[in-house]
C-alpha cells in the first residue's frame, strides 16, 4: 500500500529529531491536541505503512560524501515501494531527492507495470530508463548513470505513522521507526542479512513550507528536542560498513 494522493513534486523545509522509545510515547501522545492520522493510515493496522527505497550512488560515493560534508546543494536517486514482497502491488517510484540551502526538494515518477521486479544492478537501472515515465526525472537519472555512473546499492525500510497538523496543512509530522538496512542492488533481495539501525529510537521528521506553529514550538522545549542532521542513507551506509571502503 501507498499514501494516498503522494505528490510527484515538493519543495519544503524538513527538521528531524531522535526519539528513544519513552520520549516518542510521551510526545506523540501531547501531539494529538494538535495533529490527526493521515486519512490513510486511520483505518490500517497500526496505523503506519512499511517503506522502502533502493539508493544509487557512484563509485566515489559523491551523494554519501556531499551529505557528511554538509554540502548546502545535494542531491541523491532512489527507488521507492511501498510493499514488503516481490508479489505486492504497490507501486514503484523513481525519485531524485536533494537540498539547495535550507529548502528539500523532491520530485518523483512512477515507473510502468513491465518493471522487471527482481532486477538487480545494472540490468534494473537499464530497466528504470525503459519503464520510468518520461520527464526531468527519468532524464536526470539516465544523465547521471551515463555521466557519474550511478548503480544501486543500499536498501533502507521503515514503518511510517503520518501525522497533519489540524490547523495547517502544511505542517506533516512523522514518525519512521523500525529501521534495517541491506548492502544490496535489487529490490526484494532474499539473500542480503537485514541490518537494523537505531534500534529502539524513532526519527521524527517535520515537514512545512512557511513556519513552524508556536504549540509545535512549545513541545521542543518542553521535551528539550534538539533537530538533528541524519541521513538514513548515509545511517545505512554506515551500520553495514561500507563507510569503511570509501576513499
Known amino acids: 500500500m501507498m499514501p494516498a494522493a503522494s505528490p510527484l513534486h515538493f519543495l519544503r523545509f524538513e527538521f528531524k529529531y531522535v526519539l528513544d522509545r519513552t520520549t516518542r510515547e510521551a510526545v ?11 486519512p490513510f493510515v486511520q483505518k490500517q493496522a ?21 551529505k557528511n560534508d554538509g554540502r548546502l546543494t545535494r542531491s541523491k536517486f532512489r527507488l521507492r515501494t511501498y510493499g514488503r514482497e516481490v508479489e505486492d502491488t504497490a507501486p514503484w517510484f523513481l525519485e ?8 528539500v526538494f523532491k520530485h518523483r515518477t512512477p515507473i510502468g507495470a513491465a ?20 520527464g526531468d ?17 543500499v536498501l533502507v525500510d521503515y514503518l511510517r505513522r503520518p501525522y497533519i497538523s489540524k490547523f495547517d496543512p502544511d505542517f506533516r509530522l512523522t514518525f519512521d521507526a523500525e529501521l534495517a538496512a541491506r548492502a544490496t542492488d535489487t529490490m526484494f533481495d532474499e539473500v542480503a542479512p537485514a541490518r537494523a ?13 512557511r513556519h513552524v506553529p508556536a504549540w509545535f514550538h512549545r513541545i521542543l522545549q518542553a521535551y528539550e528536542l534538539r533537530r538533528q542532521s541524519i541521513s538514513k542513507v548515509c545511517a545505512a551506509t554506515e551500520a553495514l560498513g561500507l563507510a569503511s571502503s570509501l576513499t
Do not use: W
Not at 49 to 64: K, T
Not at 115 to 134: C, D, F, Q, T, Y
Not at 137 to 153: H, K, L, N, S, T
Open 28 to 38: 506523540e501522545a501531547e501531539l494529538q491536541h494538535f495533529v490527526e492520522l493521515d
Open 46 to 66: 497500526h496505523q503506519q505503512y512499511f517503506v522502502r527505497s533502493l539508493y544509487f550512488d557512484d563509485r566515489r560515493f559523491s551523494a554519501f560524501h556531499d
Open 96 to 103: 531524485i531527492k536533494g537540498r539547495h540551502n535550507n529548502l
Open 115 to 134: 518493471m522487471g521486479k527482481r532486477a538487480r544492478g545494472e540490468a534494473l537501472s537499464r530497466e528504470l530508463l525503459v519503464n520510468a515515465a518520461p
Open 137 to 153: 526525472v527519468r532524464d536526470q537519472f539516465e544523465c547521471a548513470r551515463f555521466r557519474a555512473g550511478i548503480q544501486p546499492y
Open 197 to 209: 539501525m537505531l534500534r529502539g529510537f524513532t526519527v521524527m521528521e517535520i515537514k512545512f513550507r
